[in-house]
C-alpha cells in the first residue's frame, strides 16, 4: 500500500479562517458601516445645503428686484402728486385770473379822473363834490346818476363852486377834456349869498376810453 502523503506544513502564511470571535466580529461590520453612513448623511447635508443655496440665489435676485421696483415706484407717484399739485396751482391762477378779469374789466379809476377834473377848471372854479359811478347791471339798465349818453361806461357828478360863473363860461367845453367824455350836461346852478359863491352841478358821460383795463394790460 502506499502512504499517503502527509501535507506540507507552510510556517508564516496569512491564515484563510477567521479566527476572531463573532462579537468582534460584528462590532468591527458596525463601526465600517457607521463610518460609511456618517460620511452618507455629511455628503446629503452638503447636497441639500447646496440645492438650497441654489434655490436661495434667484429669490434674492427676485427679492431686489422688487424692492428696487417698488421704490421706483414710489418716486414715480411722488413725481405724479408734485404735478398734479402743479397743476391745480396754475388751474388756481387761471380761475383767480378770469376772476379778477371780470370783477375788474369794468375798472375806472375816478380818483385820477376826479384831479384831470380839477386841472381842468377855469382859474377861479373848484371841485366842492365829486362822485363816480357804473351802469348797474340787470335788466334796468339804469345809472345811478342818471342816463346822460348812449352806452356811457361811468357817469360823473362833479359839483363846482365860483364866485361868479359868468367870468368862466367855457367851464363845460373845458372839461370836454377829461378821458372818455361823451357828454356834459349842467344839471343845477345855485347861488349861495351868504358864502357869495355860485354852484354848478355837472353830469359827464364816460365811453369805454375812461375804463382802466390795468390788469387786461399785464395780461397781454
Known amino acids: 500500500m502506499e502512504l499517503r502523503k502527509k501535507p506540507a506544513?507552510?510556517?508564516?502564511?496569512?491564515?484563510?479562517?477567521?479566527?476572531?470571535?463573532?462579537?468582534?466580529?460584528?462590532?468591527?461590520?458596525?463601526?465600517?458601516?457607521m463610518r460609511r453612513l456618517l460620511v452618507a448623511i455629511v455628503a446629503c447635508a452638503a447636497v441639500a445645503g447646496l440645492i438650497a443655496a441654489a434655490g436661495l440665489v434667484p429669490e434674492r435676485i427676485a427679492d431686489d428686484?422688487?424692492?428696487?421696483?417698488?421704490?421706483?415706484?414710489?418716486?414715480l407717484l411722488q413725481q405724479i402728486a408734485a404735478q398734479a399739485e402743479t397743476q391745480a396751482a396754475i388751474s388756481d391762477s387761471a380761475k383767480l385770473g378770469n376772476a379778477r378779469k371780470q370783477l375788474t374789466e369794468r375798472?375806472?379809476?375816478?380818483?385820477?379822473?376826479?384831479?384831470?377834473?380839477?386841472?381842468l377848471l377855469p382859474s377861479g372854479m373848484t371841485v366842492t363834490s365829486f362822485q363816480g359811478s357804473l351802469p348797474a347791471d340787470g335788466a334796468e339798465g339804469e345809472?345811478?346818476?342818471?342816463?346822460?349818453?348812449?352806452?356811457?361806461?361811468?357817469?360823473?357828478?362833479?359839483?363846482?363852486?365860483?364866485?361868479?360863473?359868468?367870468?368862466?363860461?367855457?367851464?363845460?367845453?373845458?372839461?370836454?377834456?377829461?378821458?372818455?367824455?361823451?357828454?356834459?350836461?349842467?344839471?343845477?346852478i345855485e347861488r349861495d349869498e351868504n358864502a357869495g359863491m355860485s354852484n354848478v352841478t355837472l353830469q359827464l358821460g364816460l365811453s369805454d376810453e375812461a375804463l382802466a383795463h390795468r390788469f387786461t394790460e399785464e395780461a397781454e
Open 9 to 33: 506544513l507552510k510556517f508564516g502564511a496569512t491564515p484563510s479562517v477567521d479566527l476572531l470571535p463573532s462579537g468582534q466580529r460584528a462590532e468591527l461590520l458596525h463601526e465600517r458601516v
Open 65 to 75: 428686484r422688487l424692492r428696487a421696483a417698488e421704490e421706483r415706484s414710489q418716486q
Open 143 to 188: 345809472q345811478q346818476g342818471g342816463t346822460l349818453c348812449q352806452g356811457e361806461a361811468a357817469n360823473l357828478t362833479v359839483v363846482a363852486s365860483a364866485s361868479d360863473l359868468t367870468e368862466s363860461p367855457n367851464y363845460t367845453e373845458r372839461l370836454e377834456g377829461v378821458t372818455g367824455v361823451l357828454c356834459i350836461v349842467a344839471t343845477q
Open 107 to 119: 375798472e375806472v379809476l375816478f380818483a385820477s379822473l376826479a384831479d384831470e377834473v380839477a386841472a
